[in-house]
């Protein structure tokens, strides 16, 4: 009789971890066995420094299975409180169509992609983002707007950098602020302003001419729902060469006459009400536009139109899209991801109910705004606006505390502005019923509340404001009103596309590992994402034990002490990392310091960081094997010395090592008195390997994007924690909601005080199925599967870079430049050649021009690894034949691709057969990614740029 295997073992099975990584035990032997070591633990002992390594494993709670961490998490939201919140202050309740809800955000075909830098594979989310900007632009009436920002509050704070860098005829050092704009804005403007020895003043409205500034930044309609028309004000401003910003409500533009009609220069906002949940504040896709001027000036990505190979009509990145790589310290901004899924979302929202649908929203939120007012002034109210759209601020004398705790007795969150006046924003999921109920919570008699007629209201928009402008035009938004309609839109536009869904994505530095179905469901919880960001504390107390929890295993991942989740971006978790180095020198009287040391390989993001903070960025240079060049160090650390700030390092390196020399690196940079910032972005080659804030860090930005598998939904959002040592930690980013700070605290770097919380619980999720040993493991994996890439493509390409002992960390970079040099085959050839394979490129000239950056992660299994190298290998031979002199590089596989559906029929001339260039290896007929375009030609799409929708009669 067989023996029953005991309960551990069988309950075994039910672990996350073997899920999470893709080789089993014996790939893993055959893949050592092709490295020739004995072991993982060998290879790790030969790759990671000795001196860095843990002595322990981590210290957190054993992994649990996909059940029970739904069961625990479910605990933190059943502890939330759910009600109608009716605060605004820019954050509405809204209604995500359910075929919008299951087809784009719970889908992993959009939210698995990556940033569209590959556009013949990015057709679909590139269309999407494009009707996104074309819906911003006519909204705004403004001539051009950006693929989204972070939020509204940053979005502000980039345009008030973006007019300081193009009001040439103005150089006041003053910012205007109206006194209505929401208040998180005006505290995230007041600190992006201050390192730039920007100075702002806040002051009303009507002041903005009357005092000296380069520009003004209005709120449209006002945070306490006044709607003024800035016509005349602008006007003036621009009289005294002021340039002016307005922060404008996109559903209220349904009804409103545009920014760009009343003269605006720049228009920001949130698009949070276009079918985006509330998220405890994000993640949100805010927006910019502005004028064609202004278009090379203009942060963040943007779409644009371009021809391919074949002349047709193909959507591309344009322009400046990674200007902050390619200009580094003087980058316009630092912005390196956007929030790209919430763009798609809001996008497709717009599509789904066209222009009458959305001003039907608009207007019947307006109109029972109007009843609400009328029906309070019946009772006796008063100090409310003229005129507004969705909300109204009440004075309420010494009834405010009864009528706000009535409120909160119906469920209902109203929103303190001072002791005595409370505002009520209306939104989309507003009812009747809900005017009704709040009536009877100021006190309305229940005979004056039935005889409320809502048909006899008039409009509170003024007749000067009425907007008669036409918006939406283009056939994309008045196509797709049926449910059936826009799932099969939807559907066609993922299908152009390749994501994680489909296809291994071998990305060096941006770790597209598996984003776990489990990971993601409580996403859609209501208990997390139809939460205000100001609600009262009880409300969330869930939420923020849960984010507590997360903080506390980053700090024990990462060996810091203290952490912040507010940062919804790498970019801004640097940002708020410099911040907190700056404000501790400031603190113990060292101000001067204001060097910041960044080796040549660095992410482009760290010196653009750098100078956003006030720092002086001084290169460091790298030595033949690719590490930091320590005498060079010395040299610039002593000679910058009184003046040292911080040096940025990422680690391993951007070349794909781990550096023998960190702890030496940390201890220079001590030695004279500066601060060691340690870029997280590789961070997942180390969880539970070693920790940053054990072998020197002082402070590190983390990617949740990356290593804590939040997904990327091709190109945002991400979430840039900033993880400190115990000195540092007083000078994490403050916010006036967070429950308990420092008066050290810097200003806010995000809008919401925990960010963009509602994707929180992915990593939190992420983190308590693996367990110590699990993220120890995937490190561990991630570090083999690079090695074992490394390995099979060192016979037929060279690997740049290596560690000490030949191993590479968690990446490795591929270098192709000889082949240019000898044949002209380009890193772009090999590239695009991948997509005839169904593979997405690996990171291309970054760090290094000429190269490609490769990075497995733990999650492919060694047949995906497989499969990728026998392509490389089989572009490889295709190199040869050039090199043979078999057909010249512009005649091969390599140039002409990608190949398309239009290469199967009709005449073939080339030297190469049709069967090796649509199919080049005998697995992909059964399975082929077909290209929706040939390859796209980049330098046409900058030279006539068009970047909202075409006409229909650009594509006959």
């Not at 939406?472 to 008045?478: G, I, K, R, T």
């Not at 410099?578 to 501790?584: D, N």
């Not at 392509?871 to 031979?877: C, F, H, K, T, Y």
Request: charged content about 20%; glycine content about 8%; hydrophobic content about 40%.
């Amino acid at each position: 009789m067989s023996k029953i295997p005991s309960y551990a073992e069988l309950a075994q099975n039910d672990a996350f971890v073997p899920r999470h990584i893709g080789p089993n035990a014996n790939d893993i032997q055959a893949m050592l066995e092709v490295l020739g070591v004995d072991s993982v633990d060998a290879l790790i002992d030969n790759t990671v420094p000795a001196t860095i390594r843990n002595p322990n494993p981590l210290n957190l709670a054993p992994a649990v299975t996909e059940d029970k961490v739904l069961e625990e998490l479910k605990g933190y939201a059943d502890r939330n409180k759910v009600y109608k919140s009716f605060i605004g202050a820019g954050y509405y309740r809204t209604i995500t169509p359910a075929v919008i809800q299951r087809n784009i955000l719970e889908n992993p075909a959009w939210y698995t992609a990556y940033t569209p830098y590959q556009p013949e594979i990015s057709q679909g989310r590139l269309e999407a983002l494009l009707n996104f900007q074309t819906m911003i632009a006519d909204l705004t009436g403004m001539e051009i707007a950006n693929a989204s920002l972070l939020d509204e509050a940053t979005a502000a704070a980039e345009a008030m950098a973006l007019c300081r860098r193009m009001n040439t005829k103005n150089k006041s050092l003053n910012f205007f602020v109206a006194d209505d704009c929401h208040p998180q804005t005006i505290e995230v403007v007041k600190g992006r302003a201050a390192p730039l020895d920007i100075n702002v003043i806040v002051a009303p409205a009507e002041q903005a001419s009357q005092h000296d500034s380069f520009a003004v930044l209005l709120q449209y309609p006002g945070t306490f729902g006044d709607v003024r028309d800035y016509k005349d004000l602008i006007k003036q401003c621009h009289d005294k060469s002021v340039q002016v910003i307005m922060a404008a409500d996109i559903l209220a533009l349904t009804m409103l006459t545009s920014p760009g009609e009343l003269g605006a220069d720049v228009a920001v906002g949130s698009s949070q009400r276009f079918g985006v949940p509330l998220f405890f504040g994000g993640p949100h896709a805010a927006y910019m536009a502005t004028k064609d001027q202004f278009r090379r000036s203009l942060p963040g990505r943007l779409v644009g139109v371009s021809i391919d190979s074949n002349g047709e009509s193909a959507y591309r990145l344009a322009l400046q899209t990674r200007e902050q790589h390619i200009r580094r310290q003087n980058a316009t901004s630092n912005i390196c991801t956007a929030q790209a899924l919430l763009a798609v979302i809001a996008s497709m929202y717009a599509c789904y109910h066209g222009p009458e649908g959305l001003k039907r929203i608009a207007q019947r939120i307006h109109r029972l705004a109007c009843s609400l007012k009328q029906g309070l002034q019946a009772a006796s109210f008063d100090g409310m606006p003229e005129h507004f759209f969705d909300t109204l601020t009440v004075s309420t004398g010494d009834k405010t505390d009864a009528i706000y705790n009535a409120a909160l007795a119906a469920e209902m969150n109203l929103r303190r502005v001072g002791d005595d006046r409370l505002g009520i924003s209306l939104d989309e999921t507003t009812t009747a019923e809900d005017v009704v109920t709040l009536l009877k919570v100021f006190g309305q008699s229940e005979s004056t509340v039935e005889g409320l007629n809502l048909d006899t209201v008039a409009t509170a928009i003024p007749a000067s404001l009425e907007r008669t402008s036409p918006y939406l035009e283009h056939p994309v938004f008045s196509q797709h009103h049926s449910e059936t309609a826009m799932l099969r839109y939807l559907r066609s536009l993922a299908d152009k596309d390749l994501a994680l869904d489909r296809t291994m994505i071998p990305l060096g530095s941006c770790t597209m590992k598996l984003n776990a179905t489990t990971e993601m469901m409580p996403v859609s919880w209501p208990e997390f994402c139809d939460i205000h960001p100001f609600v009262p504390l009880d409300q969330s107390e869930g939420y923020r034990d849960m984010i507590a929890s997360l903080e506390d295993m980053l700090c024990e991942a990462t060996g810091y002490d203290a952490c912040s989740l507010q940062p919804n971006a790498g970019s801004q978790g640097e940002y708020a990392g410099l911040l907190a180095i700056r404000a501790y020198h400031v603190s113990r009287g060292e101000g001067q310091r204001n060097v910041c040391l960044i080796p040549s390989s660095a992410h482009g993001t760290n010196p653009a960081s750098a100078q956003m903070v006030g720092m002086k960025v001084v290169v460091v240079a790298c030595d033949s094997k690719g590490n930091v060049d320590l005498n060079d160090l010395r040299e610039k650390a002593e000679k910058h010395s009184e003046d040292l700030a911080a040096i940025m390092v990422t680690y391993p390196s951007t070349h794909g090592v781990f550096e023998e020399g960190i702890r030496e690196v940390c201890d220079i940079i001590h030695h004279h008195g500066g601060q060691v910032y340690i870029d997280g972005a590789n961070l997942n080659a180390m969880v539970g390997l070693c920790q940053p804030g054990k072998f020197g860090g002082d402070v590190s930005h983390l990617n949740l994007h990356k290593t804590f598998c939040i997904p990327h939904g091709g190109g945002g959002p991400g979430v840039g924690p900033v993880a400190v040592a115990e000195h540092l930690a007083p000078f994490l980013p403050g916010h006036p909601l967070l429950v308990s700070q420092s008066k050290e605290r810097i200003d806010p770097v995000s809008a919401a005080p925990y960010g963009s919380a509602g994707i929180l619980p992915i990593s939190w999720t992420y983190m308590r199925m693996m367990g110590p040993q699990g993220l120890a493991e995937a490190s561990r994996i991630a570090i083999l599967s690079a090695n074992y890439v490394s390995k099979r493509l060192s016979e037929h390409y060279p690997v740049l870079y290596t560690g000490t002992n030949g191993y590479v960390a968690h990446e490795c970079i591929v270098d192709m430049r000889g082949f240019k040099d000898s044949v002209g085959v380009t890193v772009d050839d090999i590239a695009k050649r991948l997509i005839d394979f169904g593979f997405h490129a690996p990171t291309m000239s970054f760090p290094v021009p000429g190269t490609l950056m490769i990075e497995p992660t733990e999650s492919e299994s060694k047949e995906e690894l497989d499969r990728f190298c026998d392509a490389m290998i089989a572009i490889r031979e295709e190199i040869r034949a050039v090199e043979r002199g078999e057909y010249s590089i512009d005649s091969s596989p390599l140039r002409m691709a990608p190949h398309t559906t239009r290469d199967l029929v009709g005449e073939w001339n080339r030297p190469y057969t049709r069967e090796q260039g649509v199919f080049p290896v005998a697995s992909l007929p059964a399975d082929k990614y077909w290209c929706p375009v040939g390859r796209i030609d980049n330098v046409y799409g900058d030279r006539n740029l068009v970047c909202s929708c075409p006409s229909m009669s650009d594509y006959e």
